[in-house]
């Protein structure tokens, strides 16, 4: 076991920011930087077309939808390096405008997969955190576009940060998809979006993370959740202003903060900077 090498971690990263955020750590990083992705034929294209850039990334199947998957590179890491330094859970889905699936069934598919898939990777992978490691949960401003669409009850739980449990936010995002199903979430004070209120999750998720790491007893790591932006994506259908490098400049500069960091710490961050996350009242 090579325990002192240092390793970074990027998931869903085939593609897009994620593919640009492992070409940025590749450059900027002092250790060996894993690409995970479900697909391991374009994962390992991409790990092709790095290595064309002289990036030398390195590949793990993971699919954070499938906890089977998580645990493999959880004892992979385990393993080979004894710890984990970086990670960046980028891995996400958002349904087209124009798709014609149900709303019930894209709050529930998103919510696992953005909300509670970035979760369980974090609570397989966190035990692994070295003294000085950094984790970047990729949001988006669509969380604070959705928070401000809550009722104002549902917007101070998510703003109480203090106080906030994870247990208490998971039972939260199962209330919003239960409404989805039943047709109900103007009337039960939640917006119309499955990918909004799934990054209000990785948002909150990622303040209480920061929140209860304070209290470990590994010291300086840190956790944030930043935006990437409008980003020239599949995603976005390619609609965004933003080439996939700017769009992971905030994830790579959170990824990289220097040791013993004050700021940002457990915010969310977008262009770099900490952005507001409070009530519209």
């Known amino acids: 076991m090579s325990g002192s090498k240092r390793v970074a971690v990027v998931t869903g990263a085939n593609k897009g920011v994620g593919y640009a955020i492992v070409r940025g750590l590749c450059k900027q990083f002092d250790g060996d930087v894993y690409l995970t992705g479900r697909n391991e034929e374009l994962c390992l294209k991409a790990v092709e077309d790095l290595k064309k850039e002289g990036c030398n990334a390195k590949f793990h199947q993971m699919d954070i939808t499938k906890l089977e998957t998580i645990n493999k590179l959880k004892t992979f890491l385990q393993d080979n390096y004894g710890g984990l330094d970086i990670l960046v859970n980028n891995a996400g889905i958002a349904y087209k405008q124009a798709s014609t699936a149900p709303f019930s069934e894209q709050a529930e598919v998103t919510i696992r997969t953005n909300f509670t898939g970035t979760l369980d990777v974090c609570e397989e992978l966190f035990p692994l955190l070295r003294p000085h490691a950094r984790v970047a949960n990729v949001s988006s401003m669509a969380s604070q576009f959705a928070l401000k669409k809550c009722s104002i009850d549902i917007q101070k739980k998510l703003v109480d940060i203090p106080h906030i449990s994870m247990s208490e936010l998971k039972t939260m995002l199962d209330q919003f998809v239960d409404a ?13 979006s499955g990918y909004g209120v799934s990054k209000i999750g990785v948002t909150v998720m990622s303040m209480i993370q920061q929140r209860e790491l304070l209290k470990d007893a590994r010291t300086d790591i840190v956790v944030n959740a930043c935006c990437p932006g409008y980003v020239d994506t599949d995603m976005t259908s390619h609609k965004g202003t933003k080439t996939i490098d700017e769009g992971a400049d ?14 940002p710490k457990g915010n969310y961050v977008s262009d770099r900077k900490i952005g507001k996350w409070e009530t519209t009242q």
């Open 180 to 192: 989805a199903k039943k047709g109900t979430t103007d009337e039960s004070g939640w917006p119309k």
């Open 250 to 263: 905030t994830p790579l500069y959170l990824a990289m903060l220097p040791p013993d960091t004050t700021s």
